[in-house]
């Protein structure tokens, strides 16, 4: 054969052969993330795999956490991975739209997967695996320790006053040899009302106001914060689900009596906070104790990079101590509250997800693998407070104590996932439907003081105490009945 005819045949060949064929492969990833954190993934993670791996990634970022399922399903292209809360992830699953790694990946490998992985049976359902771990999270109590030294030193001069208004609320005041404890990881909701009280009745800059707040915006991350409470009264999965139990009563009562006592600050929902107001009420002296993420932290008290310079003027009078103690506001005639709780709250987090219609579902767990090996987990956990996910980060320890004020926030962090124990954000399909249940009580029932019967003359909300009967009324009434039409009995 000449070579001019070879030629033409090679020349054929190429033309007729699918350009798909030479073409990279492409992945779609759909994230929600921060914007510091976005720029990590997007522009250190991200291209590193495309590099190594001959594809083109398109990560397309959510911009709020309720929006992700929707950003799913209307997707006009197929999606490799998928990030998604705790919260969410089961009603995706329970659709159909989840891809198990049992239908591409040997037992070999899903036993490697479990070897490497911690807590990894939180994605599993009926023998399968769904998801994929990305990260841990939980709350921990972070506060200004000049301010709590302040209190420590004169709460003592507000006594009267403090049993006078608890007095109102639970017809006997503080329970019997109350003290404050120096250890705010000793502390309960007795002990957050007292500081709560001083801060309030002392000023600060010239001012008398409310300085504790958390997460106000009608949203997961404030609805995460009530349940939270139910958990540390003694509540368990079930009473979470129904609304109806004490420990409901007792959280929503709680909440009620911080607000009636002008403890909560009420800009949390006058505003809508959410993590960025916490920071910033920090940093204007506005809030000196509130509930918070590792994340949270990590922007409160500043790294020196990724633009993470703090919101406070002097880190090192940032506290993180363990979640306060449950109780009951009722005490009983001994002189104790008349139930005792827990430090006992929810570990959360978010998960990877392979989407059933992914086309390269080998390649979107090689991208897990790279996105959660080692070194590139390391790097996100240093930098953006995330608990790691990897056992052999954790057996190495370095992550706990070689990093100053980080180190000590995560140790804190892991003995509060201790003491959570295995109560997860619920992995139930129809969670996020109580979510709203629980979003719609506080702002009726705390927001709107709807906390005590109205008298007849009333036409705003009451200025009455809160009353337990009445916050129980309106919960199983309004609430808890709404509960069982979601889920079933």
Same mark, same amino acid.
């Given at each position: 054969?000449?070579?001019?005819?070879?030629?033409?045949?090679?020349?054929?060949?190429?033309?007729?052969?699918?350009?798909?064929?030479?073409?990279?492969?492409?992945?779609?990833?759909?994230?929600?993330?921060?914007?510091?954190?976005?720029?990590?993934?997007?522009?250190?993670?991200?291209?590193?795999?495309?590099?190594?791996?001959?594809?083109?990634?398109?990560?397309?970022?959510?911009?709020?956490?309720?929006?992700?399922?929707?950003?799913?399903?209307?997707?006009?292209?197929?999606?490799?991975?998928?990030?998604?809360?705790?919260?969410?992830?089961?009603?995706?699953?329970?659709? +159909?739209?989840?891809? !198990?790694? /049992?239908?591409? #990946?040997? %037992?070999?490998?899903?036993?490697?997967?479990?070897? *490497?992985?911690?807590?990894?049976?939180?994605?599993?359902?009926?023998?399968?695996?769904?998801?994929?771990?990305?990260?841990?999270?939980?709350?921990?109590?972070?506060?200004?320790?000049?301010?709590?030294?302040?209190?420590?030193?004169?709460?003592?001069?507000?006594?009267?006053?403090?049993?006078?208004?608890?007095?109102?609320?639970? +017809?006997?005041?503080? !329970?019997? /040899?109350?003290? #404050?404890? %120096?250890?705010?990881?000793?502390?309960?909701?007795? *002990?957050?009302?007292?500081?709560?009280?001083?801060?309030?009745?002392?000023?600060?800059?010239?001012?008398?106001?409310?300085?504790?707040?958390?997460?106000?915006?009608?949203?997961?991350?404030?609805?995460?914060?009530?349940?939270?409470?139910?958990?540390?009264?003694?509540?368990?999965?079930?009473?979470?689900?129904?609304?109806?139990?004490?420990?409901?009563?007792?959280?929503?009562?709680?909440?009620?009596?911080?607000?009636?006592?002008?403890?909560?600050?009420?800009?949390?929902?006058?505003?809508?906070?959410?993590?960025?107001?916490?920071?910033?009420?920090?940093?204007?002296?506005?809030?000196?104790?509130?509930?918070?993420?590792?994340?949270?932290?990590?922007?409160?008290?500043?790294?020196?990079?990724?633009?993470?310079?703090?919101?406070?003027?002097?880190?090192?009078?940032?506290?993180?101590?363990?979640?306060?103690?449950?109780?009951?506001?009722?005490?009983?005639?001994?002189?104790?509250?008349?139930?005792?709780?827990?430090?006992?709250?929810?570990?959360?987090?978010?998960?990877?997800?392979?989407?059933?219609?992914?086309?390269?579902?080998?390649?979107?767990?090689?991208?897990?693998?790279?996105?959660?090996?080692?070194?590139?987990?390391?790097?996100?956990?240093?930098?953006?407070?995330?608990?790691?996910?990897?056992?052999?980060?954790?057996?190495?320890?370095?992550?706990?104590?070689?990093?100053?004020?980080?180190?000590?926030?995560?140790?804190?962090?892991?003995?509060?996932?201790?003491?959570?124990?295995?109560?997860?954000?619920?992995?139930?399909?129809?969670?996020?439907?109580?979510?709203?249940?629980?979003?719609?009580?506080?702002?009726?029932?705390?927001?709107?003081?709807?906390?005590?019967?109205?008298?007849?003359?009333?036409?705003?909300?009451?200025?009455?105490?809160?009353?337990?009967?009445?916050?129980?009324?309106?919960?199983?009434?309004?609430?808890?009945?709404?509960?069982?039409?979601?889920?079933?009995?």
């Amino acid at each position: 054969m000449k070579k001019e005819t070879l030629g033409l045949l090679i020349i054929l060949v190429i033309l007729l052969v699918p350009t798909h064929s030479f073409a990279r492969k492409k992945m779609k990833i759909i994230v929600h993330m921060i914007d510091q954190q976005y720029e990590y993934f997007s522009k250190e993670v991200i291209p590193q795999f495309e590099k190594e791996n001959r594809v083109k990634i398109d990560v397309v970022r959510v911009a709020h956490i309720d929006n992700i399922e929707a950003a799913f399903t209307e997707s006009k292209r197929r999606v490799s991975l998928l990030k998604i809360p705790f919260g969410k992830c089961w009603s995706l699953a329970n659709k +159909g739209h989840i891809m !198990p790694l /049992n239908t591409f #990946l040997t %037992e070999t490998d899903i036993k490697i997967f479990e070897d *490497d992985y911690i807590l990894t049976w939180f994605g599993q359902k009926q023998g399968k695996q769904y998801f994929l771990p990305r990260k841990y999270e939980t709350r921990v109590m972070v506060y200004r320790k000049s301010k709590v030294e302040d209190v420590l030193n004169i709460w003592s001069q507000y006594r009267n006053e403090i049993n006078m208004k608890l007095k109102e609320l639970n +017809g006997y005041g503080l !329970p019997r /040899n109350y003290i #404050l404890e %120096e250890d705010p990881s000793e502390w309960d909701f007795f *002990d957050i009302f007292v500081v709560g009280m001083v801060w309030s009745l002392r000023a600060y800059n010239g001012e008398k106001k409310a300085r504790i707040g958390h997460r106000g915006a009608k949203y997961l991350g404030t609805a995460l914060r009530i349940v939270d409470r139910v958990f540390q009264c003694k509540g368990d999965l079930n009473s979470m689900l129904y609304l109806k139990h004490n420990s409901v009563v007792d959280a929503f009562q709680w909440e009620a009596t911080y607000a009636y006592a002008g403890i909560y600050h009420p800009a949390m929902w006058e505003q809508q906070w959410k993590g960025e107001n916490l920071w910033n009420g920090f940093y204007s002296e506005d809030v000196f104790l509130s509930f918070m993420t590792q994340l949270d932290c990590m922007f409160l008290h500043g790294t020196g990079r990724d633009d993470l310079s703090g919101f406070v003027q002097d880190p090192e009078d940032l506290g993180v101590a363990l979640m306060p103690t449950g109780c009951s506001l009722e005490i009983h005639e001994d002189g104790a509250p008349l139930r005792s709780g827990t430090k006992s709250i929810t570990t959360g987090g978010w998960l990877w997800a392979i989407p059933k219609k992914c086309p390269f579902p080998l390649l979107a767990y090689k991208l897990f693998l790279f996105i959660t090996s080692k070194n590139k987990q390391l790097e996100e956990c240093r930098r953006f407070g995330m608990i790691p996910v990897r056992r052999d980060i954790l057996k190495d320890k370095s992550i706990l104590y070689e990093y100053g004020w980080t180190s000590t926030m995560f140790r804190k962090s892991y003995k509060q996932i201790q003491h959570n124990g295995n109560n997860f954000v619920s992995s139930h399909d129809r969670f996020s439907e109580i979510v709203a249940l629980y979003l719609d009580a506080w702002y009726d029932i705390v927001v709107g003081k709807n906390w005590a019967p109205a008298k007849e003359e009333e036409e705003s909300p009451t200025t009455e105490a809160p009353s337990r009967d009445h916050i129980e009324n309106i919960l199983w009434k309004n609430y808890s009945t709404k509960a069982v039409k979601i889920i079933g009995r």
